[in-house]
């Protein structure tokens, strides 16, 4: 898509390089996803922009702009290798610059700077401000096609995708600006430099001038075409062609050679601050890393290792899977050889990806420990919009935020200015400087990860085909390394990324709302409606299991492996309908149908990208419940598409304590045949940790009865050693009920501790009690897995709270239970007996709360109160927190961690049978002992800890659950 631009210029290009043809990227009207202000109609294109392959759909406002539709300008100092075959490099005259580039440098310093001339187009032609309005998606091949089309008019003599390459110094800069344009045109006046764009929008809507930063880089080929000739002039040509319709609208202009100069030189202008900038960033980071030295006295054992492994790794430009066990110091361990691969060459920019927030912190602290060593090291971490927007309400709307209005105009500036004076750029950072120079924060993380040699982000940067970082063309790719640290939720996080839902009723919706306005999209909505009725007569006929077939598989739910043929081609209709009448405005129905319409698009956008990739290791899926369809396609096995993702980059190193099995996470995450795989030994003795494996059922269907004996174990354990605790949970249904018998032990017979017309000791076992026959009864597994799940079918949620007591005695909100609970010692006792504080996790906990429970872990006084937390497996606090030292006593993990059972892992089980892996280890169990050994992980962090792990469940006893602890947590004896 061109970007909107008037006489002004604009930067809002979807190519980095002059060489590719492809896709525009899909903008949203919610303020999810930013574009430049009076410029191009909404809805065009640069057609000959993308450099990778179609994103299938936008999400919702909180990561929708996270792919980073940024000018390549920034940071990208290297554009694509000339061919073989090219034209001699242009020599210029500097006489005519601008005083600002007649700056002298000496030869050694000087930088050398390699840039495509649509990238130095764009940088220098940005103004205006954030705005938000739809843009449809264009395939790469639809882009493709139309230059060829285009070019195939070309008459005798033309020639296409031409190669330009001029080189000069100037500013103090050593410049090579380069780029292909799409045709050199053979006409009676001389050459014609053309330049191609398409648009999904109205030609009439162009105003007959087109735009600044399409001129300007037509005009920088023509200017380096002309150097080589020695020409004195040359005619421009912009061809814009509409994409639906074939339309054709060119725009011819002639320039003098001096026009063409002033031009260049001006981008130059524009661009020199910036590069000598980088220049100046490079030469010291590079000397910082000769002398970046292990930013501790020694290595713990395994961590020179683990560096060594890594650093090959990135040397070799291949993959890593490393398990490297709780304590060693992994995210260092990973980090600074990585940060050396900088200095060497083995790397250009690093990606370190986490799941969580407290991961992203454990890199940051990394990275400022080595800059106490002296390090010079570029790295931004980039937080969602939603988190980190300035505003009440997240509008990207120039009349909602003063942060969007004239963005564009002051971007640049500010962000040489952050480079220039700030090395780590945490979200605090990003945000000092967005207020003083008056920019989107979210924004102006993602410009300045462009330019930056380490990024700390979420997965989904990479992974996520409808957020990833599109612009990192192949050839940047390359030079990039991956630390994926937490490796162990990339499978299930990836899972989500690749599946799609759609729902009916939007579409009867829209079928209603558009029939007397536009009788093409009523008439589109209607044919994914009765896709739907159809798709339903189907489940409801309890189709017999075939191909093509639906059949049961679980209340409600029919599954096939064969896609949803009918409602993937009436996806596809209705898609091509709503497309260019988003794009015209879509609101004559009212704002509220307009959204609707807008939802229901990227909903069928993902659905169609999700049926595109659909193989064997999806299934398509229609659930049925009170009248309403909906319609998924699941990702049973992303590891296909992980292993293509990772291919384009330079080197791969996944890390995690909790790899384990390491075969089945290198499955998972699509390992290929010559990468490595390194386990490290605990780097702790036996004699650190003291393990009770308590043998008490936490099977859903004993939960009742083993409540009390566990809340008990519970109180014992922690009045014995006291100090700080951590239990962790499967559910948050089963913690809260946990937690009333907890408040039942400690205020025996109050009535305030338990719900509405509950007896005392009935409160918790009511919570996990079942009404009716465990429907995962009549098989082992099954029954094992129904742990975590109750009759209903439906999920423990964290909306099952009870009645808990307040720090000061009274009765909490039924539906609210008290985040701390104070129970001081018994009078009397003689100082024998402790105080206890009990602390609970909530599922809607924000930062400040989650930092509120964890500040309560400090070294406890002597004889002071216990504190008891409670925490569900797999959560905020079972990942990434480091409580060293005194800060923690004890670990208790009740239960093995089993997922949910359902049918998505029913059906996740028997593909894994189908490719004669263990289904139900595949699905179940190794997940579950993810989350365990995570959660134990909490407890041993240096040489000098030492604690008690409570492991509650008779299946530990087991040996299919005992071959899976690391050997410190086993009974002496156990293989």
Known sequence: MFAEGDGKGTARMERLGAEESGTEQARRTDGSGPKQAAAAPAGSEAADAAEAPEAPVKPEAVVAAEEMDKPEALGRLEAAEAPEAMSTPAATDISEAPEALRQPEAAETAPAVRIAVRALAEYACRSGSIETGFRSLTSLTEGTRIHKAVQ????????????????????????????????????????????????????????????????????????????????????????????????????????G????????????????????????????????????????????????KLSAAVYKTLEDKGGLFAKAPTGIGKTMSVLWPAVRALGTGAAS????????????????????????????????????????????????????????????????????????????????????????????????????????????????????????????????????????????????????????????APFLALQRAYKGLSAGLSAAAKGVNAAFIALRKEAEAGAAAGEGGLRPAGPGAYVSEAPPQQLLESVHAFIAQAEP?????????????????????????AF?????????????????????????????????????????YGGRVFFSATLSPLPFYMDQLGAMEEDRSLTLPSPFGREQLEVRLVPLSTRYADRGATLKPLARL????????????????????????????????????????????????????????????????GSSEQEEASGGKNPSGQEEASGDKGSVLHAEGEAADAREPAEEALFPARAGSGGKERGLRLRLQRPDMDEEARDRFLAAYQPPEPGGDAL?????????????????????????????????????????????????????????????????LQAGGRLIRSESDTGVLLLVDDRYMQPRYQRLLPEEWRREGEA
Not at 230 to 237: A, F, H, I, P
Not at 366 to 371: D, G, I, K, Q, T
Not at 614 to 637: P, S, T, Y
Request: glycine share 10%; aromatic share 10%.
């Open 257 to 304: 050679l001096n026009e063409l100069r002033e031009g260049m030189f001006w981008m130059l202008e524009q661009y020199a601050p910036f590069a000598r900038m980088l220049r100046r960033h490079r030469l010291e980071r590079n000397a910082s890393l000769e002398r970046l030295e292990f930013p501790f006295q020694g290595f713990r054992p395994g961590q020179r």
């Open 349 to 504: 920019r690093l990606f370190y990806l986490t799941a969580r927030t407290t991961t992203r912190t454990a890199a940051e602290d990394a990275v400022r420990r080595m800059e106490e060593q002296g390090l010079k090291l570029h790295a931004v971490t980039l937080t969602a919009k939603e988190k980190i927007c300035l505003q009440e309400t997240v509008s990207c709307r120039k009349e909602d935020c003063p942060f969007a209005d004239g963005y564009y105009d002051r971007i640049n500036g500010a962000v040489l200015d952050l480079m220039e004076h700030e090395t780590l750029m945490t979200r605090e950072v990003i945000e000092r400087y967005a207020l003083k120079h008056r920019v989107c924060p979210f924004e102006f993380s993602l410009e300045a990860a462009y330019a930056s040699d380490a990024v700390i982000c979420d997965y989904n940067y990479i992974y996520d085909p409808k957020v990833s970082l599109k612009r990192f063309l192949a050839e940047q790719a390359k030079g990039t390394a991956l630390l994926v640290d937490e490796a162990h939720n990339l499978p299930d996080r990836a899972r989500s990324m690749y599946s799609a839902e759609l729902d009916k």
């Open 868 to 932: 008891l937390g409670m925490a569900v497996m797999g959560g905020i606090f079972s990942e990434g927190v480091d409580l060293a030292g005194e800060r923690l006593e004890g670990v208790a993990v009740i239960g093995v961690g089993l997922p949910q059972l359902g049918p998505e892992r029913d059906l996740l089980a028997a593909y894994e049978k189908k490719q004669g892996r263990s289904g139900f280890d595949y699905a179940y169990v190794y997940p579950g002992i993810s989350k365990v």
């Open 714 to 777: 519970l109180l014992e354990a922690v009045r014995e050693k006291g100090g700080n605790w951590l239990a962790f949970f499967p559910s948050y249904a089963y913690m809260n009920a946990l937690y009333e018998q907890l408040l039942l032990e400690l205020n025996p017979g109050s009535a305030a501790a338990l719900p509405d017309g509950a007896e005392a000791g009935e409160a918790g076992a009511d919570s996990v009690k079942a009404s009716g026959t465990n429907p995962a009864e």
């Open 152 to 255: 195939a008019e070309y008459g005798e003599g033309s020639e296409r995708e031409v190669f330009l390459r001029m080189e000069l110094a100037l500013g103090g800069v050593e410049w090579t600006v380069e780029g292909r344009c799409d045709g050199l045109l053979a006409a009676e006046g001389g050459p014609v430099i053309d330049e191609i764009k398409s648009t999904s929008g109205r030609l009439e809507d162009l105003g007959g001038e087109g735009h600044r930063v399409h001129w300007m880089q037509a005009r920088g080929y023509a200017y380096i075409y002309a150097m080589q000739q020695g020409l004195e002039r040359m005619d421009v040509q912009l061809t814009y062609v509409q994409a639906d319709s074939g339309a054709v609208f060119r725009i011819r202009r002639s320039f």
């Open 608 to 648: 169609a990208a999700a049926g595109e990739w659909m193989d064997e290791r999806f299934v398509a899926m229609a659930e049925l419940a009170r009248g309403g369809v909906k319609a998924r396609i699941m990702c049973l096995d992303p590891s296909r598409l992980l292993q293509q993702t990772g291919k384009a």
């Open 581 to 605: 009448h988003l794009a015209a405005g879509g609101d004559e129905g009212g704002a509220e149908t307009a959204a609707l319409l807008l939802e229901a698009y990227w909903a069928a956008k």
